[in-house]
């Protein structure tokens, strides 16, 4: 089986949450693809941005990296607490740990920042949020990041992405990476993209 | 004030939820919209197709019609049980009272047929899920309903639409309606669409 760990810092976006759930979800209940996500946080409740209040199966300390293929990370709002999660040391060594095993790390929007962070993008080709003056991208660049103004990035075991828009997209690419590109192509079809 | 009832019956999609919170919460934090969303269900949990448990703000026999402007459904997965409370006579007498209050009625994907259910679509024109042979749009035909094959219709005060891909143009329509299309255009653009 092929495991996605999904993980939700305070204030993620559910936008940027959803795709994940559903394109794997799909795959596997009307095609019959062996994957599946486990949510997880630092606490077993996790507060989104706008405040809805979503259960997750695992808390950070109970992770076992060997358990999965993937991490998946959600970007969301700093007015929401968002950095106060995902900028922590706890977080960044989660990062460190799936890519010192070379799993996949997909991230939308500002999810790309704390990996950034981590140091693991140095040197590499990553994106996140353009707009508003591409303040999010000049942060993204501090952390040593080759930013590309492109909505998708992938680079070496890295995905990085721009927005709410894109993280759909991104789900099917990450579907496309850890399964094939046909069941990619059929799921995106039966969803209505 | 601007107020939506995001209703989650049991087995709802989180694709077709998180638009409405997303979409009217950028326009609140960024833009200083008076909108606001309640969640409700049966229950103060509800389990989403494809598991994961959501806290929702209200239960169905907390809700007054007259705190709200709109109604929000989102469609859901018969394998998890989204008929079981999306057809009940109880969510359906809410669906009826909103049509007879006059509030605007958003619907996605199968979350159109418990509307037609309910009796309100007789003779209107509306829409959902489109592929596999069409057999959800040929189900809302048996209610009477005019069905288009369109990705989003707009009848009378209720919209309905085919699937995940069409939720957050949906979510984005409802705040052209509720608000103004001027709003619409600058919180589409700054989610990136």
């Known amino acids: 089986m092929t495991k996605v760990l999904l993980f939700l810092n305070k204030g993620f976006e559910t936008m940027e949450f959803s795709p994940f759930i559903d394109v794997c979800g799909w ?18 409740v996790v507060q ?33 607490g968002f950095y ?12 460190r740990k799936f890519h010192a095993a070379n799993k996949l790390i997909v991230t939308i929007c500002v999810g790309a920042l704390p990996v950034g962070k981590s140091g693991i993008l140095k040197g590499k080709n990553a994106t996140t949020y353009n ?3 591409s303040y999010r991208q000049t942060e993204l660049m501090k952390f040593g990041v080759n930013v590309l103004n492109e909505p998708i990035v992938f680079d070496s075991n890295v995905i990085t992405s721009y927005c709410p828009q894109t993280a759909v997209h991104v ?20 969803m209505g993209y």
């Open 171 to 190: 789900a099917f690419k990450m579907l496309g990476v850890l399964i094939n590109t046909t069941t990619e192509q059929i799921v995106k079809h039966a």
């Open 27 to 44: 795959a596997r209940n009307d095609y019959g693809v062996d994957i599946n996500v486990t949510t997880a946080g630092f606490t077993s």
């Open 131 to 133: 707009l508003k003056n």
């Open 48 to 80: 989104s941005t706008f405040n809805v209040n979503i259960m997750v199966d695992k808390v950070i300390n109970e992770i076992n990296i060997d358990d999965f293929d993937a991490l998946a990370i959600p970007g969301g709002f700093e007015e929401y």
């Open 84 to 95: 106060e999660e995902a900028y922590s040391e706890h977080f960044l060594n989660l990062i």
